[in-house]
């Protein structure tokens, strides 16, 4: 389901909205069911969802600018376009959302100094064309 969401092969504040509904849904109950679980604030919960969503679209944009040593420490859209890189050296890395050290502790930090991806999407992109296409492309048997 969330190879729809990499396959976009250009990275732009709406790549971060590319996603099959049933990504949507999954992502956000594994995120807001211990939310409301915990019992948060609903003004803590309203104000988690504008950051998430600024957030997102911000690690999505198509700008190539460094943010030198946020980098290190921060989410950035640099790092984040490393995430979503056709580079084979780039692959399954960079996947926190907002703390690097995360990759840094598994391994799975890729940060090539002063570098950015030249190409974007899946290596033998198995994601079909068009709306209809991908939102059903999931549930059918994969072809050999």
Request: proline share 6%; charged share 15%.
């Amino acid at each position: 389901f969330h190879a729809i969401h990499h396959s976009s092969q250009e990275m732009d504040w709406l790549a971060g909205s590319r996603l099959h509904l049933v990504d949507i849904i999954a992502t956000r109950a594994i995120t807001l069911i211990p939310i409301f679980f915990f019992g948060f604030h609903l003004q803590a919960v309203q104000a988690y969802l504008v950051f998430v969503a600024f957030w997102a679209t911000f690690l999505h944009i198509n700008a190539n600018f460094n943010l030198l040593w946020l980098d290190r420490y921060f989410a950035t859209p640099r790092f984040h376009h490393w995430h979503h890189a056709k580079k084979n050296e780039a692959l399954d890395k960079n996947f926190a959302i907002h703390l690097p050290i995360l990759d840094r502790l598994f391994g799975t930090y890729y940060m090539p100094k002063n570098e950015w991806p030249e190409e974007y999407g899946l290596k033998n992109s198995v994601v079909p064309q068009g709306f209809h296409n991908q939102f059903v492309s999931p549930f059918l048997p994969r072809k050999s």
